[in-house]
């Protein structure tokens, strides 16, 4: 059975600093892993996906995700923050039917 | 632009009576196109795959009878929620693979009164 955990139900960051947001999943093959960014009552915008290939996976918005088997992870990154950069964030594992995480809300200071 | 859009974006209804919300793919055919529902503040679920021009296919613990979906056409997946009560209130999302990519809906929030 396939499953995603984000740790982190919500993050504070403040504008122009880092963030970082964790991805750990669970998938019986290779797995397509999917970063979602959700603004409030809107539907989901894909932000970056892996599939095979390099690890390192670059996204739209500034994003990126590094895919590490070892760890089961696929954690997702941006250098520096921008206050519309506040929004829910999903990990997602599968290859069509997509099993996600709980989501991690981000919130982003002046 | 979209790629996929859903309507209605919102819609209220009386307990008890019945509410359909489209999915659509914008210039695309999709032969498979995805149900999720998303209680506040939580994940999105996976309720059912539909299928153009088949059954749809429900996941474990998913009232077929409760949610009627229907893939029509390659373009058009609709989902009804039938005698709904204020426990189907929610927001509804569709996906739609094309050409091997999925692409998200705008989500339909449905409120029962």
């Known amino acids: 059975a396939q499953s995603v955990t984000q740790p982190d139900i919500h993050i504070t960051v403040s504008e122009g600093a880092s963030l970082e947001l964790r991805c750990n999943y669970s998938y019986g093959a290779t797995p397509y892993l999917f970063w979602y960014v959700q603004s409030p009552g809107q539907g989901l915008q894909l932000l970056l996906k892996?599939?095979?290939?390099?690890?390192l996976v670059q996204g739209i918005k500034g994003f990126e995700a590094e895919f590490k088997r070892s760890q089961s992870s696929f954690n997702l990154r941006k250098p520096s923050v921008h206050w519309s950069d506040a929004a829910e964030y999903f990990c997602?594992?599968?290859?069509?039917?997509?099993?996600f995480g709980a989501g991690t809300t981000v919130t982003v200071r002046a | 632009g979209a790629v996929v859009s859903q309507h209605p974006s919102r819609v209220i209804c009386k307990s008890g009576t019945s509410v359909k919300i489209e999915c659509r793919s914008l210039?695309?055919?999709?032969?498979?196109m995805f149900w999720y529902r998303q209680f506040p503040k939580q994940s999105l679920m996976l309720m059912a795959t539909?299928?153009?021009?088949?059954?749809?296919?429900?996941e474990q613990g998913v009232e077929k009878d409760k949610f009627l979906i229907n893939h029509a056409s390659l373009t058009l997946s609709t989902l009804t929620v039938t005698s709904a009560h204020p426990e189907d209130s929610s927001f509804y999302i569709c996906?739609?693979?094309?050409?091997?990519?999925?692409?998200f809906g705008e989500g339909s929030r449905l409120t029962v009164l």
């Open positions: 210039d695309f055919q999709a032969t498979t």
């Open positions: 539909s299928n153009e021009g088949s059954k749809a296919t429900y």
């Open positions: 997602a594992v599968g290859d069509y039917k997509l099993s």
């Open positions: 892996y599939f095979s290939g390099d690890t």
């Open positions: 996906s739609a693979r094309i050409t091997g990519e999925l692409f």
